[in-house]
């Protein structure tokens, strides 16, 4: 596998590999957000696989999108748990 494709699968998988919410309560918040997340890896996804507009933009290009759409909807509108256990 080369450097884009593995960045852009990396970047997929951030779209949609979201920590899971702390309570019951935080599950709405959560749904929306990776709603909206998994619709930007959609676009890209459907960009890089070739389909106009976007057709000769390039892996890279597909790749900087997600990433700029994800760094918009961080996992910050909800309560969940963090690297070290503790809820964030």
Same mark, same amino acid.
């Given at each position: 596998m &080369? $450097? $884009? @494709?593995?960045? %852009? /699968?990396?970047? #997929?998988?951030?779209?949609? &590999?979201?920590p899971?919410?702390?309570t019951f309560?935080d599950h709405e918040? %959560?749904? !929306? /957000? /990776?709603e909206d997340?998994v619709? $930007?890896?959609? #676009?890209?996804l @459907?960009g890089?696989?070739?389909?106009p507009?976007?057709?000769d933009?390039?892996l890279?290009?597909h790749? @900087?999108y997600? !990433?700029t759409?994800?760094?918009?909807?961080p996992?910050?509108t909800y309560r969940?748990?963090?690297a $070290?256990g503790?809820a964030?």
């Amino acid at each position: 596998m &080369n $450097d $884009d @494709t593995r960045a %852009f /699968l990396a970047a #997929v998988l951030d779209a949609i &590999n979201i920590p899971a919410p702390a309570t019951f309560g935080d599950h709405e918040a %959560f749904s !929306r /957000l /990776l709603e909206d997340r998994v619709l $930007d890896a959609v #676009v890209a996804l @459907t960009g890089a696989l070739g389909e106009p507009p976007a057709a000769d933009w390039g892996l890279g290009w597909h790749t @900087t999108y997600l !990433r700029t759409q994800l760094a918009k909807k961080p996992p910050t509108t909800y309560r969940h748990y963090g690297a $070290d256990g503790g809820a964030v």
